[in-house]
T-cell receptor
Framework: EDKVVQSPLSLVVHEGDTVTLNCSYE??????LLWYKQEKKAPTFLFML????IEKKSGRLSSILDKKELSSILNITATQTGDSAIYLC?????????????FGTGTRLQVTL | GAVVSQHPSRVICKSGTSVKIECRSL??????MFWYRQFPKQSLMLMAT?????????EQGVEKDKFLINHASLTLSTLTVTSAHPEDSSFYIC????????????FGDGTRLSIL
């Protein structure tokens, strides 16, 4: 059974701090690892990492995939209160012809003033 | 970017009612859409994969007669919760992927279903 584990489960930091969120996985026929941000509604897409794209960056957010260690990190520098959210890691695997995502339980990040 | 619209955003109804939730891809064609369920403080659990023009593929433990899925066109999938009961109360979220291949899923805003 595919499995995705995220750590820490929750995190409280001060505005301006840098945070690192972790994701490890066990999945059949790995295809991709995705990071999403979930605030009050449904998740919004941040990054997708694959064998051909193991590092992505957008503004203060960046992510790296370590295929050897079966893990990924999401970094947020100079955090702002608007970064407060649940960050979900999902891994895409291929079972037969079915490609689907398995989600971790998420890391709840709270950024305080 | 890819936009997915989900409607309604919130439903409150009596036990025994059937509820239909729509998921539309607004600016792309989605041969595959996904339906998830999320309980409070838990992650997304895949319920079923909806394939345009064919039957949905349900995850283990999900009752296909309870959760009817129809994917009649490349831009619309519907989930009908039949004869809903209080234990069906949850946050239901759909997602769609642009075309085949290894593309990210984009999510609708979700439907919060409350059965009294």
């Amino acid at each position: 059974e595919d499995k995705v584990v995220q750590s820490p489960l929750s995190l409280v930091v001060h505005e301006g701090d840098t945070v690192t969120l972790n994701c490890s996985y066990e999945v059949t026929n790995f295809r991709s690892l995705l990071w999403y941000k979930q605030e009050k509604k449904a998740p919004t897409f941040l990054f997708m990492l694959t064998s051909s794209g193991i590092e992505k960056k957008s503004g203060r957010l960046s992510s790296i995939l370590d295929k050897k260690e079966l893990s990924s990190i999401l970094n947020i520098t100079a955090t702002q209160t608007g970064d407060s959210a649940i960050y979900l890691c999902a891994v895409g695997g291929l079972t037969g012809t079915a490609s689907k995502l398995t989600f971790g339980t998420g890391t709840r990040l709270q950024v305080t003033l | 970017g890819a936009v997915v619209s989900q409607h309604p955003s919130r439903v409150i109804c009596k036990s025994g009612t059937s509820v239909k939730i729509e998921c539309r891809s607004l600016d792309f064609q989605a041969t595959t859409m996904f339906w998830y369920r999320q309980f409070p403080k838990q992650s997304l659990m895949l319920m079923a994969t909806s394939n345009e023009g064919s039957k949905a593929t349900y995850e283990q433990g999900v009752e296909k007669d309870k959760f009817l899925i129809n994917h009649a066109s490349l831009t619309l999938s519907t989930l009908t919760v039949t004869s809903a009961h209080p234990e069906d109360s949850s946050f239901y979220i759909c997602s769609a992927r642009d075309g085949a291949g290894n593309q990210p899923q984009h999510f609708g805003d979700g439907t919060r279903l409350s059965i009294l």
